[in-house]
């Protein structure tokens, strides 16, 4: 199409100059030849000149319309030439222009494809925003009740472990009573062994008593003072043989009660052992179950700040969602805008045809016809209608190239969003799966922790039970002991009238040495008596008071068991009564691992719906990264047609004008 125009232009306008040059030239040898002539032939006549003159103007007006006719009708055909690549040049831009609809075509497809996926990002997006806000939520209230059972779970151990500290130390000092109280039972037997000391006296006194009777007898009047002594002291041994008796008889009940009160006092140390033991695996439960639930608070936590980081990368996504939504609505909308317009440019196009079909008649009706003046104007004005058609439709190639440019960067904006929705895919993906793998462990822990705290409540309930049956069992031992000091406190009682006893005796003694002394030879023999009775009755004083040194000792031993026995039981009873609130810890400490339970399963089911949202939106990116690649290879496509479409538009207006100014040259010339 570059020939058509400039080679006719050019040849036109030279054709004109060489013609007034040689129009020039031809007048100036005319003018000679008349000079000549007319110096040579001087002896013609005027008239003859004139007739000369007029040939010549006849001729020269022949040959100057022979010149115009050749010039016109070798403009005719130029313009005939310049029509048929006009021709060819609109039928490319026709091509082109279809090549254009079918860019717009793919461009509107790519678009609406890309636009559907957005709206399906946009939607999974809203899906996995929600879906993180509510694990955050869930992990966040799981984190509070993982917190709230780390407390209660510390607590009750140390509760549990105040407990046993408490228990044990009353299996040590109830296992030492024992040994003090079997002690007992040794010193019992000694008093025992003192006792029949007590007896044997008393029975010796006894006999005593009756020789001095004897004696009495024999000194007839002179005895009877005797005999009243003797009869005395003879009562006095049977008091303190009963009295002896009775010691004995305590004596086997103490020791009965000793054995009691020693085997309850070590079962139920050995008892306090076992619940310390129990207790000790309880502790070791209650540290087990703390250990599990601190990995749940740490995945818990982790699941917090990754879904906090989800909801960051999902915004991230659901903004690049909104871009590609935004860049595919203006791309199908510059589409549109461009199909329309290359639908009016097409039909442009046509009537640049039409134009130029009947400027081609019109160049070739130019060669034949006489009336050239007419022909030319007709000429002109086609050609300036033709020119205004082809600048409508170069307008409309310049709104197709802003449309397509518009396209491009719709098309590099979806890429570059793809891309960022890709990479925020990616993080949400990881995050997700992350966030699975710790809800599943959680999972895993708290139902350990659970299957852990149903054990470890019935192990406490019966630990509670065992210590307070220990504790009650301590105090009825301790009940024991106190029956046995009241034991104590009647052989001191009775000890108290041995004693008695052996000062009567004594006394009795003295005044029976008294009346032998003033009987005289009758009372030597009761004298003798006398004095035995007294030795004995020292004796028994004597052994009176190791019964009693020995009754104090074992007071105080009871008191020292009693008191023991007494503050271990109130001490264990106290802290099994404490302890019962571990119990209600442990509900509560249940129940928040139920609820904590309950939000890892919901968090490990929302990661699976969100994996599978994830997917699905990998492959809307996916979609959307392939209709921007189509878009921008149709915009690429499109605007190289566009381009190649806008170059021949000018080269169409410059033919037009060039078709215009011979027409004008035509018309304007003689």
């Known amino acids: 199409m570059s020939k058509l125009a400039v080679p006719a232009s050019h040849e036109l306008h030279h054709s004109n100059q060489t013609e007034h040059k040689v129009e020039s030239k031809m007048g100036k040898v005319l003018s000679l030849h008349s000079t000549d002539h007319k110096v040579d032939v001087k002896h013609q006549s005027s008239l003859d000149m004139a007739e000369q003159r007029r040939q010549a103007k006849e001729k020269a007006e022949k040959r100057t319309q022979s010149r115009t006719l050749a010039m016109r009708q070798q403009a005719a055909e130029r313009i005939a030439s310049a029509t048929e690549e006009l021709a060819s040049g609109v039928a490319e831009a026709n091509a082109a222009a279809d090549q254009l609809s079918q860019a717009m075509a793919s461009i509107s497809a790519g678009a609406a494809q890309a636009s559907s996926a957005a709206q399906e990002s946009q939607s999974v997006a809203q899906s996995l925003l929600k879906g993180a806000e509510a694990n955050s939520a869930a992990a966040s209230q799981s984190l509070t009740k993982v917190n709230n059972?780390?407390?209660?779970?510390?607590?009750?151990?140390?509760?549990?472990?105040?407990?046993?500290?408490?228990?044990?130390v009353a299996s040590e000092?109830?296992?030492?009573?024992?040994?003090?109280?079997?002690?007992?039972?040794?010193?019992?037997?000694?008093?025992?062994?003192?006792?029949?000391?007590?007896?044997?006296?008393a029975d010796q006194t006894n006999l005593l008593a009756l020789n001095a009777a004897i004696e009495a007898a024999r000194a007839g009047e002179h005895g009877r003072g005797?005999?009243?002594?003797?009869?005395?002291?003879?009562?006095?041994?049977?008091?303190?043989?009963?009295?002896?008796?009775?010691i004995s008889e305590l004596i086997v009940n103490i020791q009965k009660d000793v054995n009691m009160v020693a085997k309850d006092t070590?079962?139920?140390?050995?008892?306090?052992?076992?619940?310390?033991?129990?207790?000790?695996?309880?502790?070791?439960?209650?540290?087990?179950?703390?250990?599990?639930?601190?990995?749940?608070?740490?995945?818990?936590?982790?699941?917090?700040?990754r879904s906090t980081e989800m909801s960051a990368a999902v915004n991230q996504f659901k903004k690049g969602a909104e871009i590609i939504a935004s860049a595919a609505e203006e791309s199908?909308?510059?589409?549109?805008?461009?199909?329309?317009?290359?639908?009016?440019?097409?039909?442009?196009?046509?009537?640049?045809?039409?134009?130029?079909?009947?400027?081609?008649?019109?160049?070739?009706?130019?060669?034949?016809?006489?009336?050239?003046?007419?022909?030319?104007?007709?000429?002109?004005?086609?050609?300036?209608?033709?020119?205004?058609?082809?600048?409508?439709?170069?307008?409309?190639?310049?709104?197709?190239?802003?449309?397509?440019?518009?396209?491009?960067?719709?098309?590099?904006q979806q890429g570059n969003a793809t891309q960022e929705s890709s990479a925020a895919l990616k993080q949400i993906e990881k995050n997700t799966l992350d966030i699975g793998d710790k809800s599943k462990i959680s999972l895993e822990k708290v139902n350990t922790c659970q299957k852990l705290l149903v054990e470890n409540k019935k192990a406490v309930d019966l630990l509670i039970d065992g210590v307070s049956k220990a504790a009650q069992s301590s105090k009825?031992?301790?009940?024991?002991?106190?029956?046995?000091?009241?034991?104590?406190?009647q052989i001191d009682k009775i000890v108290d009238a041995i004693t008695n006893t052996a000062t009567k005796t004594d006394m009795l003694a003295i005044n029976g040495g008294i009346e032998a002394a003033r009987a005289g030879d009758f009372g030597k023999g009761f004298a003798v008596v006398a004095g035995d009775i007294r030795s004995l009755a020292t004796d028994s004083a004597t052994?009176?008071?190791?019964?009693?040194?020995?009754?104090?000792?074992?007071?105080?031993?009871?008191?020292?068991?009693?008191?023991?026995?007494?503050?271990?039981?109130?001490?264990?009873?106290?802290?099994?009564?404490?302890?019962?609130?571990?119990?209600?810890?442990?509900?509560?400490?249940?129940?928040?691992?139920?609820?904590?339970?309950?939000?890892?399963?919901?968090?490990?089911?929302?990661s699976q719906e969100a994996v599978t949202a994830v997917q699905q939106a990998q492959k809307g990116v996916e979609q959307i990264s392939s209709a921007a690649q189509q878009s921008s290879s149709a915009a690429q496509e499109a605007s190289s047609s566009a381009e190649q479409q806008g170059k021949g538009m000018q080269e169409l207006a410059k033919a037009v004008e060039d078709i215009a100014a011979l027409a004008d040259e035509i018309q304007n010339k003689p």
């Open 476 to 489: 009825e031992s301790g009940q024991n002991v106190t029956n046995l000091q009241q034991r104590i406190r």
């Open 226 to 246: 005797f005999a009243v002594v003797a009869d005395e002291v003879r009562n006095l041994a049977e008091v303190a043989e009963k009295s002896a008796r009775d």
């Open 149 to 168: 059972i780390i407390t209660l779970v510390r607590t009750t151990a140390g509760d549990i472990d105040k407990l046993i500290s408490v228990v044990g």
């Open 332 to 412: 199908s909308s510059a589409a549109r805008e461009a199909t329309a317009t290359t639908g009016e440019q097409k039909k442009a196009l046509k009537d640049i045809e039409s134009a130029t079909d009947e400027i081609a008649q019109m160049a070739e009706d130019l060669k034949h016809n006489t009336n050239s003046e007419k022909s030319s104007e007709a000429l002109a004005s086609a050609a300036e209608e033709l020119s205004a058609t082809i600048q409508q439709a170069n307008a409309s190639a310049q709104q197709i190239m802003a449309a397509i440019g518009q396209i491009a960067k719709g098309a590099e």
């Open 543 to 606: 052994n009176a008071e190791k019964i009693k040194d020995m009754v104090r000792n074992i007071q105080d031993k009871i008191h020292i068991v009693s008191k023991d026995i007494f503050e271990v039981g109130e001490a264990a009873q106290r802290e099994a009564q404490n302890a019962k609130k571990s119990t209600d810890s442990l509900n509560q400490i249940e129940a928040d691992a139920s609820e904590v339970q309950k939000g890892v399963l919901s968090i490990q089911n929302a």
């Open 266 to 305: 070590e079962k139920s140390g050995v008892t306090a052992k076992e619940e310390v033991e129990k207790g000790k695996i309880i502790t070791k439960q209650l540290i087990q179950i703390e250990s599990e639930i601190k990995s749940v608070q740490e995945g818990t936590a982790i699941i917090n700040d």
């Open 173 to 201: 000092r109830n296992v030492e009573s024992a040994k003090m109280i079997s002690e007992l039972e040794v010193q019992a037997n000694e008093i025992g062994n003192v006792v029949k000391a007590v007896a044997g006296i």
